[in-house]
């Protein structure tokens, strides 16, 4: 019998397709975006370390060799320091080809975290903390409830940053509708230029029936983007984009058009088959040559 437990539905990061996913904790610390219904039905918790324990030794013994590990749910970087490093430190110890350890944070997690503690983390394997924050823009931010600013975001972001621990971010195209894109993608231009992170992922916002931001677009309170629209709203962002050795990432099953690019090594190619996409208003594929290989 498979030895780990899964609660409810388990997201991860598609890059963490091939790793062995531990459910440390049980839905979102927050889970208050307005956009977001993942772990609307979950209490979040942080699950008892003994039980954790007794799965992570018992599939330890079924794949000894087992290099990545994806912690779950929402946001296990809401694991207490002490406990967290308890944990990683058991990962060591029971997986000795471990590489890796990976999970989704919130940016009031990291700024519950001192620079010190993230080093810490990072030196019992803590490889990448993937950090929806979906917009860079105070007044977007304020409306889905993410519960924290710009300036706390970069806050937390520099934390991480200065502990050598590596940034995936997530944003959402088309979150602010219509009425708020420019801003939407000037704002999170510019806060992304702050955080520098080292990978950038983009989602096409599909909004989820029963949230907050689904009844808005319902209601007319916002305008959905068309396609084209999604697309111009990039390229305003990637314009805005200075970030100096960036993988970006915009091909989830929800984009439109699937975008691969080192930014700031492509931008200026990127920029230019954005504009050639948006003028032909013609799907395709961004992924050219200068864009393979990645
Ligand atoms: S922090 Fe993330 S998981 Fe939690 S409610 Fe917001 S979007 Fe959903």
């Keep these: 019998m498979y030895p780990v437990k899964y609660e409810g539905d388990i997201y991860r990061p598609p890059s963490e397709a091939k790793s062995l996913i531990l459910q440390a904790t049980i839905g979102c610390s927050h889970n208050r975006c307005t956009f977001c219904g993942m772990y609307k039905r979950k209490k979040f918790r942080v699950r008892e370390f003994e039980e954790l324990e007794k799965e992570i030794i018992a599939v330890s013994q079924m794949m000894p060799r087992t290099r990545r590990i994806f912690l779950a749910d929402g946001n296990a970087l809401a694991i207490p320091f002490e406990l967290l490093s308890r944990i990683l430190q058991l990962l060591q110890d029971a997986f000795p080809k471990l590489e890796r350890v990976s999970l989704y944070g919130n940016p009031q997690d990291l700024l519950e975290k001192s620079v010190e503690q993230l080093r810490e983390l990072k030196?019992?394997?803590l490889g990448i903390i993937y950090l929806g924050i979906e917009s860079g823009s105070a007044a977007v931010l304020k409306e889905i409830r993410?519960?924290?600013?710009?300036?706390?975001i970069a806050e937390g972001?520099?934390?991480?940053?200065?502990?050598?621990?590596?940034l995936s971010i997530t944003v959402i195209n088309g979150l602010a509708g219509l009425e708020?894109?420019?801003?939407h993608a000037g704002e999170t231009a510019s806060l992304l230029n702050k955080i520098d992170p080292e990978y950038l992922g983009l989602l096409s916002l599909m909004t989820v029936p029963g949230t907050t931001t689904h009844r808005c677009f319902k209601e007319g309170l916002l305008t959905p983007l068309s396609p084209w629209e999604l697309l111009k709203e990039i390229r305003m962002m990637v314009e805005g984009l200075s970030l100096t050795n960036c993988v970006f990432r915009a091909n989830h099953a929800s984009n439109y058009l699937p975008i691969k690019a080192v930014l700031s090594r492509d931008k200026e190619q990127l920029l230019a088959e954005l504009d050639r996409v948006i003028a032909k208003k013609a799907p395709g594929s961004l992924k050219s040559e200068y864009l393979r290989g990645l």
């Design 123 to 125: 030196n019992l394997k």
């Design 157 to 166: 972001a520099s934390r991480a940053k200065q502990a050598g621990v590596p």
């Design 180 to 183: 708020g894109t420019e801003e």
């Design 146 to 152: 993410k519960g924290v600013t710009p300036q706390q």
